[in-house]
């Protein structure tokens, strides 16, 4: 039996989980999420909770079966608490900055790169004097702050010589050594 598939998902305070056509729908004081059930996994609600039960013992259902579980789990928590990721710019000259949906960044290119954000993702730009600037990244659905956070980090990756890039806060770079002269 799969260890998370088999965990029930428990429904938060003020969230509304509904299961129609192969479809479950979470709406919640953040938004609402849908996700499509994959073939072979049943879900349920019972005694207010998500159940989530798969009808063979082969590979794919067993790996469906906690998928299934983790992300009807996420849409829960993202629209009951959220999700948050922070971006941290190390570099000299390294500036962002945002108006509204639109992410100013400076990060050494001869341009800057200008990023216009979905609606869903909330963007707050922190610059302390002395600190590295961060970006904050803020939304319902984690899939969605993932993969914008992934995206700007992709714009400049942190190199392992000076450490120098889009790093996620708390994240540890191996380092290398220079040349030894």
Known sequence: MS?????????????????KDNVVTVKGKLGELSQTISEGITVKIEDGAVV?????????HKAQHGLMRSLINNMIE???????????????GYRASNQGQKLDLALGYSHNIVLE???????????????N???????FDKQLVG??????RGFRRPEPYKGKGVKFVGEVLRRKAGKSA
């Open 52 to 60: 989530c039960n798969r009808a063979t013992e082969s590979k794919d």
């Open 78 to 92: 993202g629209v009951s608490k959220g999700w948050t990721k922070e971006l941290e710019l190390v570099g000299v």
């Open 147 to 152: 993969q914008v956070a992934a995206k700007i």
């Open 3 to 19: 260890r998370i598939g088999k965990n029930p998902v428990s429904i938060a305070q003020g969230v509304d989980v509904s299961i």
């Open 133 to 139: 600037p961060i970006v904050k990244l803020t939304s």
């Open 117 to 131: 954000l979905a609606p869903e993702v909330k963007v707050e730009t922190v610059s302390e004097k002395g600190k």
